[in-house]
């Protein structure tokens, strides 16, 4: 796998500032069922066309504190509550915020999933850093890739453009390519 130098800069260590640009309790839109969703400030794809270009600041909202991590894990403890959704920005950029969360919730919060969108493809998390890695492996579902505007489709379930895949984390993980959702 070819790396750029620019790429190799992306560490969340060096360009996350802890901010979240938003949380929504018990939304309809961003994965299956019912969801929380934490939209992290900070991304560097600068997809055009992007859905949420005011989360490509790093400053973007308020920062991530315990209180609001305690509040997010009171919300999904509802039973109506099928999981979390890490949305940004990029979520991939900003691991220290969202390992933090999803460390807690397998022991916490047994049965509720974790869906993430990401700018990175399966591929190129696979060949990152160890807390890319490592948030990679607490995810059940990824939509991976960066938004094309000339592949956007509002047809497709879950994605912006029709180059994006919705993948099966564990699955692709345990094949080692990636491997659609069912």
């Known amino acids: ?6 790429r190799d800069a992306w ?5 996350s500032q802890g901010y979240v640009a938003d949380y929504k309790p018990f939304v309809f839109v961003d994965g299956e069922g019912v969801r929380c969703s934490l939209y992290v400030a900070g991304c560097l794809f600068a997809c055009e066309g992007c859905f949420n270009e005011d989360a490509w600041s ?12 305690s509040r997010i894990l009171e919300d999904l403890a509802h039973p109506a509550v099928q999981g979390l959704s890490l949305l940004g920005g990029e979520p991939f950029l ?5 390992l933090s969360l999803v460390r807690r919730m397998p022991a916490e919060l047994p049965g509720k999933d974790v869906w993430c969108w990401s700018g990175y493809t399966f591929e190129e998390l696979l060949g990152e850093s160890p807390d890319k890695r490592e948030l990679l492996s607490l995810v059940d579902v990824l939509v991976d890739g960066p ?28 094949a080692g390519r990636a491997v659609a959702r069912a």
């Open 1 to 6: 796998m070819h790396r750029s130098p620019v």
């Open 11 to 15: 560490l969340s260590t060096r360009v």
């Open 58 to 69: 790093f400053r973007c909202g308020e920062p991530y504190t315990l209180e609001l991590e």
């Open 94 to 98: 900003n691991t220290g915020t969202c």
């Open 147 to 174: 938004f094309d505007l000339a592949e956007r489709d509002l047809t497709v379930p879950f994605r912006g453009s029709r180059n994006q895949r919705v993948l099966d984390v564990p699955a692709s993980l345990a």
